[in-house]
């Protein structure tokens, strides 16, 4: 059984920084790949970011320059490093990880962002 758990969120002032963390256990393949998505209230999961086996990244146009995502394949981790945060990043960010056909979820990590 894979389970995802998110842990980082929290409430942050515009212009500050966050870090989350995605810790993957299971039946967790290192060539799967892996990102974050999010959901602010009233609006559809979204994509931020992701990350393949061998590093390639791809990053929604909002975080573009912003965020930075990562992953240690050997420890099946992912993280995602949020700098100059807005009040439009206020969302449930959700792990991700994803192959074969499968796809699996984290229960979500909130961000507020607000002065």
């Known amino acids: 059984q894979v389970q995802l758990v998110e842990s980082g969120g929290g409430l942050v002032q515009p212009g500050g920084s966050l870090r989350l963390s995605c810790a993957a256990s299971?039946?967790?393949?290192?060539?799967?790949?892996s990102g974050w998505y999010r959901q602010a209230p009233g609006k559809r999961r979204e994509l931020v970011a992701v990350?393949?086996?061998?590093?390639?990244?791809n990053y929604s146009d909002s975080v573009k320059g912003r965020f930075t995502i990562s992953r240690d394949n050997a420890k099946n981790t992912v993280t995602l490093q949020m700098n100059s945060l807005k009040p439009e990043d206020t969302a449930v960010y959700y792990c991700?990880?994803?192959?074969?056909?499968?796809?699996?979820w984290g229960k979500g990590t909130l961000v507020t962002v607000s002065a």
């Open positions: 991700n990880y994803g192959g074969l056909g499968n796809d699996y």
């Open positions: 299971g039946s967790i393949f290192s060539f799967y790949v």
């Open positions: 990350i393949t086996s061998d590093g390639n990244t």
